[in-house]
Every structure is written in structure tokens, then in C-alpha cells.
């Protein structure tokens, strides 16, 4: 099981609490739906999954409106409706209807053949009408894979719907800040906002002059020492800049009150926000650090405004609850490189590699031996042949071998979202390079690159999970009503713009 099972470490992010509520066909014993349940209950504790076991059993409309006052008591935030037996097709898909959060359907196996006239439910069949009356009411519920089983079957597709769950309620309770147009140059990152809308998000925009004007004004802020403090401990032997920590400090503290300020009816905030040229003449640095240590908490900030790329880190970050990062999709791995690291490589083809990069906004824990720099990019444009100053603030270092999932929602010009998931992992190969860097490898790479990246026009930015979290991701995508799921196919398994005669 993934750390849902705990207080999720990061502040930004929803803390479940599933309640399981049975049904019952009221031509069926009742006692079957409750014994059931019961079971359950006791298979997810033994999963230390925090399931609250709701007390009534929908068998008509009466029971839904008892239900959905049970589930206010308990405050409960994602449900997950089980068929003990056969089930009432149209109050129990009126029940998740009428509930705020997601909702799960799964049904029970029938246990042992000594026990197939009272103790046989038919859920397996209900399940079908289930189904039926879902289409009718236009609901998008977490269906697993196969929806059947025993009642530790079933505690296993519960632990799955978990970190779906969690993404769904994040969504729904989210709001995005965004600060400065989207660069010209960087019209790949900009996208229609009313998908957004679409979703249930809530979005803030504001200009580069609102960002500045915030920053002053945390000039004399208290947080400000137990920031500069807190950066000094994280960075260690890092803190390359001593002198350059008051002022991120002013500007963390800056994005951290904006967003207690203005999250109004919603939860949790992220932020999209400009980042250069004129950031660094007027704030005296690059943002990149600070974006790394927001990041570390479920707030990211992605770059160049890109407001898709923040959300795509924000699912991930839900998903997985680790830190998620946003990087470029950014150069190949040299076959000099390739070679002299082929214990390492395996049996990967150098099609299936590509480096994955950003300034330097990948949180340390993500990160060997990350220290502070320079943006050398930047210092060209900005300072050619002088001693870096206002290009400094960022958090370089090679990135952590270990799984990763990249994944990106996006919408295309006319509103309609799209998404890909792709899984593979970072190799323990030394980049060489600068920035927050890292050489990645994932199967028929070359393949998706072209005929998923490349044809379906996604930006270079993608957002990066530290584990794999391709099966959670689907399935959100699939309830959020995405239809175009894109992922790296296998050999021999084409895409529709793939050229068969190669």
C-alpha cells in the first residue's frame, strides 16, 4: 500500500476519509449485504485502510436520504458503494449521484458452494444493472478493473481507489494562481482556460506587476528568519549563496501569504507563474528554489506560466504523495554517453532515453547532493561575462535513480482535454550537465515521442511523479471525462498515425 494509509506528509493535499455503505435488492436477505460489509470492514483494517463502515443499507430512495445524512455526520469525502448482493440499480446509482465526492462501485463474489441459496447474492448480475443506470445518470464512478471479489479482493481495489480518490477531491477543492502572460516564445504552454472550468477549478490570473507588488510588502514579514533558517538547514553543505537567502525567503513568504489570502472557497492553491526575463532585473533572482521547496509541500510552481503543466504536477503530487516536478522533455542521451554506461542501460535501445531537465526546480529530496547556483541559460542572456547576481537561485543536481511516471493534462485549443502516461524510470547515470537533471528511460520511448508528443502536439513541459503511478492516473483521467488517453505502446502494437511498412 502507498503512504495513504498515514497522514499524507505534504500540507496541499486531501486527507481521505472513505466511508463503505452496502445495498441490498429487497427481494434478497439483508443480512447478506450486512455480513458482507462486515467482512469488508475487517479486510481493510487488516490493509490499515481507514474505512468508515456506514450503518445503512440503500434498498430504496428513503434509504439514500439517510445515507447522504450518515455521510454528513462522518464527513465523509469518497465512497465506495458495494453490492452485497443483487442491489437496487436506481438508488444506489441515485446515491452517488447525489454524494459530493467520488464514488466506487464493486460487487461480492459468492464465497463457498455449501452456501448458494440463502448466502448466494448475484451481485455479479447486479453489477450489470448497476452499470446500465450509471449510463442513464450520466456518472463517471471508479469501476476497477475487474469490479467483483471476496472481501480481501475487494479491500485490494479499495487501497487502489484510494490515491484516485485523492486526486478527485483535490480537483474539485483547487484553485490555481497564476502570475504574468504566457511568454510569446513558449506558446506551446499556452492553453484555453475553460477546460479548467470544466473541471471544477477554480482559476486566479494576475499580472507580473500584482507578483512584484506582493513581494515588497513581505519586505518586514516575521516569517521571514524561520524561512531563511529552514533554507539554510535544507541546503547544508549546498548553500553556495549564504547571502542570497533573505531575499527567496521574502519572496517564498510573498507566494505562501498570497495564497492563505485569496484561496477563498477553495482548499488548496497552486501557482503558474513567470519567470524570466524581467523576473530576475526586478526581483534580483531566479525563482527556481523556491519552487522547488513549494513543491516539496503539494504547492507547485510551474515555469512560463504554464498552467496545465501546475495541474498536471498537482495530480501527481496527489497521486503519488511525493513531491512531483515539472521538466523538459530536453535532449537526447549521447551515444558516447550510452556506451559507457551500458551496465547501466540494460536493454534499453537509445531511442528509449532522453534526459529530463529544468532550471533548477526539482525539490532536494528528489535530488543527489543538490546545491545552489546559477542559472547558466539565464547568465548568458543576462550577464554575459560577469559574476552571477541576479541569475542566481537555483537547485542543481543530478536527479535520483528510481521509478518515475510522466503525465500531462492538457487542453487543446478548442477546450477539449487530452492526456498521456508514460512509465519508466531515472537511470543512475551521471547527466553531466547543469541544472536539475537526469537521464530517464522509458520502453518504445522513440515511438511515443513521435506519434503521441509530437503528433498530438503536447509542450515540452511534462509533469514527473517519483513512482509509478500510471494505474491511479488512468483511471482519474478516465473519471475527470478525458477520452484521449495516450501511453507508450508496446512493439508490434500500432499507433493510428504509425507506419506499418518500416
Not at 131 to 145: C, D, M
Not at 181 to 187: E, K, S, T, V
Not at 374 to 398: F, K, N, S, V, W
Amino acid at each position: 500500500m502507498d503512504k495513504q494509509k498515514a497522514e499524507p506528509e505534504m500540507k496541499n493535499v486531501p486527507q481521505i476519509k472513505l466511508g463503505l455503505i452496502a445495498v441490498s435488492r429487497d427481494c434478497f436477505p439483508i443480512e447478506l449485504s450486512r455480513t458482507r460489509r462486515q467482512n469488508l470492514t475487517a479486510a481493510c483494517k487488516k490493509l490499515q485502510l481507514p474505512v468508515v463502515e456506514l450503518q445503512t443499507i440503500i434498498e430504496n430512495e428513503q434509504h439514500v436520504l439517510q445515507a447522504l445524512e450518515e455521510i454528513k455526520q462522518h464527513e465523509i469525502n469518497a465512497l465506495v458503494i458495494y453490492l452485497g448482493n443483487f442491489g437496487p440499480e436506481g438508488p444506489e446509482t441515485m446515491l452517488a449521484q447525489k454524494f459530493a465526492g467520488p464514488a466506487m462501485f464493486a460487487a461480492a463474489a459468492e464465497e463457498t458452494a455449501a452456501d448458494l441459496v440463502n448466502g448466494r447474492g448475484d451481485a455479479y448480475c447486479g453489477m450489470l444493472n448497476a452499470s446500465y443506470s450509471i449510463g442513464l445518470r450520466g456518472l463517471r464512478p471508479y469501476i476497477p478493473e475487474y469490479p467483483v471479489g471476496t472481501a480481501e479482493e475487494v479491500a485490494l481495489m479499495i487501497q487502489d481507489f484510494w490515491p484516485v480518490a485523492r486526486i478527485l477531491v483535490g480537483l474539485r477543492n483547487l484553485k490555481i494562481f497564476s502570475f504574468g502572460p504566457r511568454p510569446q516564445d513558449f506558446l506551446a504552454c499556452n492553453a484555453p482556460i475553460k477546460a479548467l472550468y470544466d473541471l471544477g477549478i477554480e482559476i486566479m490570473e494576475n499580472s507580473e506587476l500584482d507578483l512584484y507588488d506582493i513581494c515588497l510588502a513581505a519586505k518586514d514579514d516575521p516569517m521571514l528568519p524561520q524561512i531563511s533558517r529552514a533554507m539554510a538547514q535544507e541546503l547544508g553543505a549546498g548553500n553556495t549563496y549564504p547571502n542570497l537567502l533573505d531575499k527567496l525567503a521574502q519572496y517564498e513568504v510573498a507566494l505562501r501569504r498570497f495564497m492563505e489570502n485569496n484561496l477563498g472557497a477553495r482548499t488548496y492553491g497552486i501557482f503558474a507563474n513567470k519567470c524570466w526575463p524581467a523576473f530576475e532585473k526586478y526581483f534580483g533572482h531566479v525563482p527556481c528554489y523556491i519552487n522547488s521547496r513549494l513543491a516539496a509541500e503539494g504547492i507547485p510552481v510551474s515555469c512560463e506560466v504554464d498552467i496545465y503543466g501546475a495541474l498536471s504536477e498537482y495530480i501527481v503530487a496527489c497521486a503519488s504523495l511525493l513531491p512531483p516536478a515539472i521538466l523538459d522533455i530536453n535532449n537526447t542521451v549521447p551515444r558516447d554517453m550510452y556506451d559507457a554506461n551500458r551496465a547501466v542501460m540494460g536493454d534499453y535501445a537509445l531511442t528509449d532515453l532522453f534526459m529530463g531537465f529544468h532550471c533548477g526546480n526539482t525539490s532536494s529530496s528528489c535530488m543527489v547532493a543538490p546545491r545552489m547556483k546559477y542559472q547558466l541559460i539565464m547568465h548568458r542572456l543576462m550577464e554575459p561575462g560577469q559574476e552571477a547576481d541576479i541569475t542566481r537561485g537555483t537547485l542543481e543536481g543530478q536527479i535520483k535513480a528510481g521509478p518515475v511516471t510522466i503525465f500531462r493534462l492538457q487542453s487543446t485549443a478548442d477546450t477539449q482535454l487530452k492526456s498521456y502516461i508514460a512509465l519508466g524510470e531515472v537511470l543512475d547515470v551521471n547527466p553531466r550537465s547543469f541544472g536539475s537533471i537526469g537521464v530517464f528511460a522509458i520502453r518504445e520511448l522513440g515511438r511515443f515521442y513521435r506519434h503521441v508528443l509530437i503528433e498530438k502536439r503536447y509542450p515540452h513541459h511534462t509533469a514527473v511523479a517519483f513512482a509509478h503511478a500510471g494505474k491511479s492516473l488512468f483511471a482519474a483521467a478516465r473519471m475527470l471525462g478525458v477520452q484521449d488517453i495516450s501511453f507508450n505502446q508496446p512493439k508490434g502494437m500500432f499507433y493510428p498515425s504509425e507506419n506499418p511498412f518500416q
